[in-house]
């Protein structure tokens, strides 16, 4: 199974860095434009963005307009373990790199638990209807974020997947410690599992 998840996502990978800068322009517009009037969008004031990277779907225009909105916004930062911790990120903050070469806040200040977060908002190379998500293979996220049981009080954070609707595959061979979405939104559709 590790080599058919490996070759789905350098499969993926591929065609996702062949977008031209124009065509990830208005994918992340579209992205924009389908959450800025959603409830779950307006009504919370904690939300998780990241950096786009390796041809992702940017949330950056989604992100400035969270903060136009005075929503507090968060990128997450890579600790020694290799879990994520979410820094508080206000435009013009000093970013650095990480190990991986993505830029994240720096210093230690302004760090949230993932519980007292509304809104995850996640990268992914693939994902099904299911909630199932490909991430990178670090499992960064899925050693980040409860997903079950006392650490999910009142289902929060929610978990967003975001993506190009191509990402779209029909089913993923999930393994028990991957983290499945509860929605994901695409520069064509908003799907709630």
């Avoid at 435009?91 to 190990?99: A, F, I, T, V, Y």
């Avoid at 289902?155 to 029909?170: I, R, S, Y």
Wanted: hydrophobic content about 40%.
């Amino acid at each position: 199974m590790n080599n058919t998840r490996q070759k789905l996502r350098n499969e993926i990978r591929a065609r996702r860095q062949l977008l031209t800068a124009g065509q990830q322009r208005r994918a992340s517009q579209a992205i924009l434009e389908r959450l800025r009037r959603h409830p779950l969008f307006i009504n919370s004031r904690h939300i998780a963005f990241y950096l786009a990277n390796d041809g992702e779907i940017d949330p950056g225009p989604l992100m400035l307009l969270a903060q136009q909105a005075g929503k507090h916004c968060y990128l997450p930062v890579i600790r020694p373990d290799l879990s994520l911790r979410f820094a508080r990120y206000r435009p013009g903050d000093p970013l650095q790199k990480n190990r991986y070469g993505i830029a994240e806040p720096c210093g230690r200040r302004g760090h949230i638990h993932s519980k007292n977060l509304d809104i995850v908002m996640m990268p992914l190379v693939a994902f099904d209807r299911e909630g199932g998500r490909l991430g990178m293979g670090g499992g960064f996220y899925d050693r980040s974020l409860p997903t079950t049981g006392a650490g999910r009080l009142a289902n929060k954070p929610l978990l967003m997947g975001l993506a190009h609707a191509f990402q779209e595959v029909e089913q993923l061979q999930l393994e028990a410690w991957d983290t499945r979405l509860e929605m994901i939104v695409t520069d064509n559709a908003l799907i709630r599992v």
